[in-house]
């Protein structure tokens, strides 16, 4: 018996079990990616980009967007520093600073929401200062952003952090001894190194930002054209039996998601190659 | 608090550690706290009051009990593509591992209108369930199924590494001695993969119980029947009653932390096993 066969199982076994999985994977994941495409173009391509030229969807687009490019920065800048930190010096706490900066992640999007209303609502800590100055944060589009940075703050430090861990010090330790300085040796040496999972770190963060739906729906009030995002858009659309617009919208998300998976594909494949090549120098 | 162990000449600690904390406090810690201020405005016999509520309660009871469930059935299946996809090759095998992430990348409002539609009695596969008597949308099985869909991928992605890095001599070695493949299985793999099972099942358990998007649209948010914890404490919010859903939110985040810990001591327990062997 060749040690292969030992390793693994009879062909029937193996071809039933690649037959189970692939069965629950259709049956689970691909049947709703399949639904969301199938019934955006079910009355016809040019019904679809009817249904998107809607100036309300347009004016949820346009939020969107505006959303997504105040949020994606202020988190990358915050990614960039907390990885920098973490991963280049060893101190104490840093496993407990790790725990907290993943905390958005485990809590409830309709939390998130919530505890900007309790923060900035009428009955808020400052609902009533925000009032005195003329100002709106909640019901409008500030929250929106607000919330939406809070739900996508850890995405681009999980991504950057194991990267820019697995470079190491020593290139940047060269640098520095030969006189280089702090952002000199950021700029030429680390971020080269980082760029594909800061990449995939902003992109993630970036459909994150752009399809946020529980926190945004708790702080945006729903007022047509002026606080809709494009998720809330979509259950506009769909409460009011415009299924095919609803859908219609709900794919340019999911195009958004495949590119995104493309992305981290393709991040994997140079990281798998960079990593093989690190291990031929080795011996 | 966060002190450096030794000198490096790498320059920007105190810099970096310094806006970190500061922007988490800011973003994430000050909001946070909120919720524990407010509770702490409500004396505890009204939280219990609020918290023990026959409408929390049924709510709770489907958030919590359909993310077990959900979670429970990834387990087996979530196990069962990991180890396809570690073990074997087959035709469109990258495209397949690629795509396991497509819940965690498409946005959940977008889930939840592609769901209802899939389980609704007329939906592509609604309309068998509904034939053999399962109603799959507007029902708890439709919070399930949904819940099924946002978990998949933390299972496969927490078990496919530690299955790929099972050293092959090791199955070899207990082969030659004369061990069958189930035995291998249950004394050599097994062990080896439990405490990434566990914390996939944690983190997809965590994911799960807070969640609203994909979940809202087919659960039928009938009060006291198939009305999600999350969708209450918007209920109460609508009602203007701000400690009702702060209570309810503060027991979902506690429930969420405990969580969070049992991933870490998992991974803890994980470390200390490798360590020792």
Not at chain 1, 42 to 68: M, N, R, W
Not at chain 1, 232 to 247: C, G, P
Request: glycine share 8%; with cysteine.
């Amino acid at each position: 018996m060749s040690s292969l066969a030992r390793r693994t199982e009879s062909p029937i076994v193996r071809r039933s079990l690649i037959g189970i999985a692939l069965l629950y994977l259709v049956l689970f994941i691909f049947m709703p990616l399949f639904i969301v495409f199938a019934t955006a173009l079910e009355k016809g391509i040019v019904y679809y980009l009817h249904s998107l030229a809607d100036v309300d969807t347009i004016a949820a687009i346009k939020l969107t967007v505006i959303t997504a490019l105040i949020a994606v920065p202020l988190n990358l800048v915050f990614g960039v520093a907390a990885s920098w930190a973490i991963a280049k010096f060893d101190f104490r706490g840093k496993n407990f600073l790790l725990t907290l900066i993943d905390v958005p992640l485990s809590v409830s999007p309709v939390i998130s929401g919530l505890i900007f209303v309790l923060l900035f609502g009428l009955q808020g800590v400052f609902g009533h200062w925000i009032r005195d100055h003329g100002w709106r944060i909640i019901f409008a589009p500030p929250a929106i952003i607000i919330a939406t940075i809070f739900v996508t703050f850890p995405m681009v430090a999980r991504e950057l952090i194991p990267v820019m861990k697995a470079q190491g010090n020593d290139e940047e330790e060269a640098a520095i001894t030969l006189g280089a300085g702090g952002w000199k040796t950021f700029w030429y040496i680390t971020l080269p190194n980082v760029k594909w999972g800061l990449l995939y770190g902003v992109i993630l963060c970036n459909a994150r930002a752009m399809g946020e739906f529980g926190a945004v729906s708790v702080v945006s009030g729903h007022i047509r054209g002026y606080t809709n995002t494009l998720p809330l858009q979509i259950e506009i659309l769909y409460n009011d039996y415009s299924f095919t617009a609803a859908f219609a919208a709900a794919s340019l998300l999911a195009f958004l998601a495949l590119f995104t998976l493309v992305i981290k594909s393709l991040v994997e494949f140079r990281f798998r190659a960079e990593l093989k090549a690190v291990r031929k120098q080795g011996h | 608090m966060f002190l450096l162990k030794q000198k490096s000449t790498i320059p920007g600690f105190h810099l970096s550690l310094g806006y970190t904390v500061f922007y988490l406090s800011l973003i994430v810690l000050i909001p946070l706290s909120m919720l524990f201020i407010k509770t702490s405005s409500l004396s505890f016999a009204d939280f219990w009051a609020i918290v023990t509520a026959p409408r929390t309660l049924a709510a709770y009871r489907l958030s919590f009990g359909a993310a077990f469930i959900a979670s429970f059935i990834n387990i087996f299946f979530g196990f069962l593509i990991a180890w396809v996809l570690a073990r074997y090759s087959f035709p469109g095998k990258k495209i397949v591992d690629a795509l396991i992430d497509f819940p965690f990348a498409l946005p959940t409002a977008v889930a939840g209108i592609a769901l209802t539609t899939l389980y609704s009695s007329n939906g592509l596969l609604g309309q068998f369930l509904y034939k053999i008597g399962i109603q799959s949308a507007y029902s708890w099985t439709g919070v399930v199924l949904a819940l099924i869909f946002i978990g998949l991928p933390f299972i496969v992605r927490t078990v496919e590494p530690i299955l790929q890095e099972i050293d092959p001599e090791i199955e070899d070695a207990a082969s030659s001695l004369g061990a069958g493949r189930l035995q291998i299985f249950s004394r050599i793999i097994f062990p080896a993969v439990l405490p990434s099972l566990v914390t996939g099942f944690s983190l997809a358990f965590a994911r799960t119980i807070g969640e609203y998007g994909s979940v809202v649209f087919i659960a039928g948010n009938m009060p006291g029947k198939t009305e999600i914890a999350p969708l209450l404490i918007i209920t109460k919010l609508e009602q203007f009653d701000y400690s009702g859903a702060t209570a309810i939110a503060l027991v979902m985040l506690i429930v969420s932390f405990l969580l969070l810990a049992l991933t870490n001591w998992a991974q803890w327990w994980a470390s200390k096993r490798i360590g020792m062997s």
